[in-house]
């Protein structure tokens, strides 16, 4: 943070992002292209406020202390500007990103818990998300000397742009198109198991006995 002006002005102004600091009433009122309404919608979406950041601890240093404090306060606005949720797959992925852009190890051991994904989860960080992650984590200004609070009016796309960052595909949009074609399988086999399926008996008719589907 030191060797960029931003970063520098950062630590001496040492800001908070919390619910108090932020007016997020506001940036819900700001147009949806923005970043703090952009933020504020994925706050809402996901159902997390700015505060459910544990506080560091065990770091003696107060610079130090201040910047871990600040990745993790900020880690919340690279969701919204990645639109990756916090399910498991999209946090490994957003992990991988900060670990080539930032090399702070606690992101790099966060990234592997990409052994813990379901198989296609895996494979789909290994082929679409990984690379996204190394490719823009490597290329992007770092992302620790962004001050967030002088950019909720700027324009998400072109916040982007400037960082050198490329939206990822929309996982949430994936993840929901399988959970629908899951759903279509699981109906489709119900349907096919009720036509194989004996049928019982429901009345007699006159002697005759009437079975559901067949009447012999």
């Known amino acids: 943070m030191l060797s960029s002006p931003t970063g520098r002005q950062i630590l001496r102004d040492r800001p908070r992002i919390t619910s108090t600091s932020l007016d997020l009433p506001y940036l819900r009122s700001l147009g ?3 970043v703090g309404a952009t933020y504020a919608a994925w706050l809402d979406r996901e159902g997390v406020t700015p505060d459910t950041r544990a506080a560091v601890r065990y770091v ?3 610079e130090c202390a201040y910047v871990m404090q600040r990745y993790r306060e900020s880690h919340d606005f690279l ?3 990645t639109g990756l949720p916090t399910v498991r797959e999209g946090e490994v992925a957003l992990k991988a990103f900060e670990f080539a852009n930032t090399l702070l190890p ?3 051991l966060a990234t592997l818990a990409v052994a813990t994904l379901k198989p296609a989860e895996r494979a789909r960080f290994w082929d679409v998300y990984g690379p996204w992650a190394v490719r823009n984590g490597l290329r992007a200004d770092e992302v620790i000397n962004i001050y967030w609070e002088r950019e909720m009016e700027t324009d998400v796309e072109e916040l982007r742009r400037r960082l050198g960052v490329e939206a990822p595909p ?3 949009s994936i993840r929901r198109r399988e959970r ?3 759903k279509r399988r699981k109906v489709g086999a ?3 198991g009720a036509v194989g399926a004996p049928v019982k008996e429901v009345e007699k008719i006159d002697g005759a006995t009437e079975k559901e589907g067949l009447t012999l």
Do not use: F, V, Y
Request: hydrophobic content about 30%.
């Open 60 to 62: 003696d240093d107060g």
């Open 32 to 34: 949806p292209s923005t």
């Open 170 to 172: 929309d996982l949430r």
């Open 106 to 108: 606690m992101t790099g």
């Open 180 to 182: 629908e074609e899951r």
């Open 190 to 192: 119900g349907a096919a």
């Open 79 to 81: 969701h919204a500007l």
